[in-house]
């Protein structure tokens, strides 16, 4: 189904930023402070693409769609999902909250950089997880040709409202430069 093939080409591009959030973290522990703008620049993507853009298709479009679907059947599975995109925005906040502390060199907010960077891998690695192997699974059998091509063309519909063209493009560009800094090139 071509919009389970959009989410999970989105999860991709997400499971990179992570990839880069842990190396961060290790830095990090190994004494080699990644620049504050790094950090800037990921809570811009946390917030725009990976929940604004991305999960807004999750948690409205298909998984409204599901729950209808299965008459009520799978309202805790997808409660759960939606409490870990809660969990995942607390984890932005506390790491935006954070960066001027860091910047600073400040070892106790550092501290809680380090704590809500982990969280917000750990919780997004198991969450994609979960959405790949279960749910997009389930959408793919439960949703018919017909549901699928509407619930496309409600992704396209959201795409062209980012404003841009080039949305997921331009984002995957900023991973990559995110990845740059992290390895001084």
Not at 37 to 60: C, G, L, M, S
Not at 64 to 86: M, N, P, R, W, Y
Not at 119 to 145: G, R
């Amino acid at each position: 189904m071509k919009a389970v093939d959009i989410l999970l080409k989105e999860h991709s591009l997400i499971s990179l930023m992570l990839n880069n959030l842990e190396k961060a973290s290790k830095q990090i522990t190994n004494g080699i402070f990644p620049p504050k703008k790094f950090f800037e620049n990921f809570v811009i993507f946390a917030r725009t693409f990976a929940d604004k853009y991305h999960h807004y298709k999750e948690e409205y479009l298909m998984f409204g769609l599901l729950a209808q679907k299965k008459e009520g059947d799978i309202d805790l599975e997808i409660g759960v999902l939606k409490f870990q995109h809660d969990l995942c925005r607390e984890c932005i906040n506390k790491i935006e909250n954070s960066i001027e502390g860091y910047g600073k060199k400040n070892e106790i907010v550092t501290t809680i950089l380090l704590s809500n960077l982990s969280s917000y891998a750990t919780m997004l690695k198991w969450h994609i997880h979960l959405e790949n192997n279960i749910f997009f699974k389930m959408a793919e059998k439960e949703i018919s040709d017909e549901e699928g091509d509407i619930l496309y063309n409600q992704f396209i519909e959201e795409d062209n409202l980012q404003g841009e063209n080039n949305f997921f493009e331009k984002n995957r560009n900023l991973v990559r430069e995110l990845g740059i800094m992290l390895n001084g090139k």
